[in-house]
C-alpha cells in the first residue's frame, strides 16, 4: 500500500499503526490458490463465517425450548423474526411473505456483520465495497427477475409513466430507467459507506488520543460518543437495507 | 517539491469534500424536523411511520456518507 503522507508522519510507533485504513486491509489467512480462483481464507471470509455461525446458534438455542410462556431468549428471537415479518408484510402485502426466508437472512447476515464489527481488533466485513455491492447486486438481480417471472415483458411497463402528459412520457421513461439501475449502486455504497466511515472516524480519533497524551482523555469521551453513533448506525443500516429491499421487490411484485 | 504538492492536492480535496455533509446535515433536520411536527400534530398516526422516517433519513444521510467517502478515498487511497 503507498504511504501516504499522514501514515509516513505516524506510523513509527512499535507495533500500533495509527493509519485509520489499516483495519481494513484484508489478511490472507491460509491460501488456497486454484489458478483460476483465489478461494483464500481471509479474515474477511473468518469474520462473515463467525457472523453467520453465532446468528445461527443465537437462533437454535433461542428455540430450543419452544415453550408457549417464551424464555427471554426465545422473546428476542421471535421479537426478531416478527419485527422482520411486519416489515415484510407492511411494505409488500401477503404476496411478498413468500420471500420472507431471503429478507431475514439478508438482514440477520448484515445486522451479525455489523455488530461483529464492534468487537475491538475485529473486521467489519460489510464494510468493504465487494461485500456490500455483491449483496445489492443479489438483491437487484432477485428482484428484476421476480419482477419479469409475474409479468412477463409487461414489467417494463414499470417504466413507462402513466400519470404524466403524453408528450414527457419518453424522458421520464428515460430517467426511470436510469433511477432503476442506479439503485444497487446507492443501496451497496450506503451500507458499505457508512461502515467504513464511522470505524475510520474511531480510528482517526484513536490517533488523536495517541498525539495527545494527557490531553487524550478529550479524544476518548469523543470516541465513547461516536461508538455509541456506531451501534446506532450499525443496527439502522441494516434495517434499512432490509427495508429498502422491501421496497424494492413492492415495487416489481405490485407495479406502484 | 513535486510530492508535496500533491499531498497538499489532496489535502485541499478532502477538506472541500467535507463542505457536501453540510447539505446532509440539513436534509436529516428536514426530514426529523418534518416528521416530528406531523407527530405532534397527530400522535396516533406517528407510529405506523417511524419506517418512513428512518428510510428518509438514511436517503438523506447517505449523501453526506459519499461526500466522507470521497474526503478519505482522498486521503488516504489515492
Known sequence: MRETALAAEKSTDGGFNIDPMYQFEIKNWIPIDLGFVDLSFTNSAFFAFLAVGLVCLFLWTAMSGSSLVPSRMQSMAEGLYEFVRNM????????GL??????????????????????????????????????????????????????????????????????????????????YFVRPVSHSIRLGANMMAGHAVLKVFGGFVAALGVFGVIPIAAIVGVTALEFLVAVIQAYVFAILTCVYLHDALHMH | MEGDIGNMGQYIGAGLACIGMGGAGIGVGHVAGNFLSGALRNPAAAQEQTATLFIGIAFAEALGIFSFLVALLLLFAV
Open chain 1, 88 to 95: 415484510v408484510r407492511d411494505s409488500c402485502g401477503e404476496a
Open chain 1, 98 to 179: 413468500k420471500y420472507f426466508p431471503y429478507i431475514f437472512t439478508l438482514f440477520l447476515f448484515i445486522l451479525g456483520c455489523n455488530l461483529l464489527g464492534m468487537v475491538p481488533y475485529s473486521f467489519t466485513v460489510t464494510s468493504h465495497f465487494a461485500v456490500t455491492v455483491f449483496l445489492a447486486l443479489s438483491v437487484f438481480i432477485t428482484v428484476t427477475v421476480i419482477g419479469f417471472m409475474r409479468h412477463g415483458v409487461g414489467f417494463l411497463g414499470l417504466f413507462w409513466p402513466m400519470d404524466a402528459p403524453g408528450f414527457m412520457r419518453p424522458i421520464l421513461a428515460v430517467i426511470e430507467v436510469i433511477s
